[in-house]
Nanobody, 115 residues
Framework: QVQLVESGGGLVQPGGSLRLSCAAS????????MGWYRQAPGKQRESVAT???????NYTDSVKGRFTISRDNSKNTVYLQMNSLNAEDTAVYYC?????????WGQGTQVTVSS
């Protein structure tokens, strides 16, 4: 079973930046995808960014050009660099790991964008 530990959330002013980290343990294969979802109050959980084991990335349209996902395979860690944050980015951000049909989730980290 894969365990995920997230960090890096917090309160930031509009226009500011944050970097989220997600460290995975218990992985038995090097072929997996990781990424981030988020859920704002009263809204459905939505995919934010994904990165495959080969480094291919995908972003939801609302974060393109502002967010960057990356991974360090030697540390089994994925990062989400978030720039030019705005109020609409306020949400709980969840890291996930996918291997085949098996998906594991982190506990979530709160990101609040407010002045």
């Amino acid at each position: 079973q894969v365990q995920l530990v997230e960090s890096g959330g917090g309160l930031v002013q509009p226009g500011g930046s944050l970097r989220l980290s997600c460290a995975a343990s218990g992985i038995i294969s090097s072929i997996y995808a990781m990424g981030w979802y988020r859920q704002a109050p009263g809204k459905q959980r939505e995919s934010v960014a994904t990165i495959t084991s080969s480094g291919r990335t995908n972003y939801t349209d609302s974060v393109k050009g502002r967010f960057t996902i990356s991974r360090d395979n030697s540390k089994n860690t994925v990062y989400l660099q978030m720039n030019s944050l705005n109020a609409e980015d306020t949400a709980v951000y969840y890291c996930y790991h996918q291997f085949g049909y098996a998906v594991s989730w982190g506990q979530g980290t709160q990101v609040t964008v407010s002045s």
